[in-house]
């Protein structure tokens, strides 16, 4: 199977494919991080808001197939569910 690419600025509505969430030493949700695909097909790797009610919530269901605005800006990517 070939190597889907990621994209290096991607914009517009997608979906996640996978996500990851981190905790700090207090056992708190510090950032997460998500895989997906955006409309157009393409790959990306983004950046979840600094939200400690969102990453929590990701911890608590699914968010899988989650959709959201990915936005590319300075080098960032970052992913705002809508």
């Known amino acids: 199977?070939?190597?889907?690419?990621?994209?290096?600025?991607?914009?517009g509505l997608g979906r996640v494919e996978t996500y990851t969430i981190?905790?700090?030493r207090d056992g708190s949700c510090e950032r997460g991080?998500?895989?997906?695909?955006?409309?157009?097909g393409d790959r990306f790797v983004a950046r979840l808001p600094d939200d400690?009610?969102?990453?929590?919530?990701?911890?608590?269901?699914?968010g899988i197939g989650l959709r959201g605005r990915v936005a590319s800006a300075a080098g960032r990517t970052r992913f705002d569910p809508v």
Request: aromatic letters at 4%; a negative charge.
């Open 1 to 11: 199977m070939a190597a889907c690419p990621v994209s290096a600025a991607p914009h």
């Open 22 to 24: 981190v905790y700090g």
């Open 52 to 62: 400690p009610t969102l990453l929590d919530a990701l911890t608590r269901s699914e």
């Open 33 to 40: 991080t998500v895989v997906g695909r955006l409309d157009d």
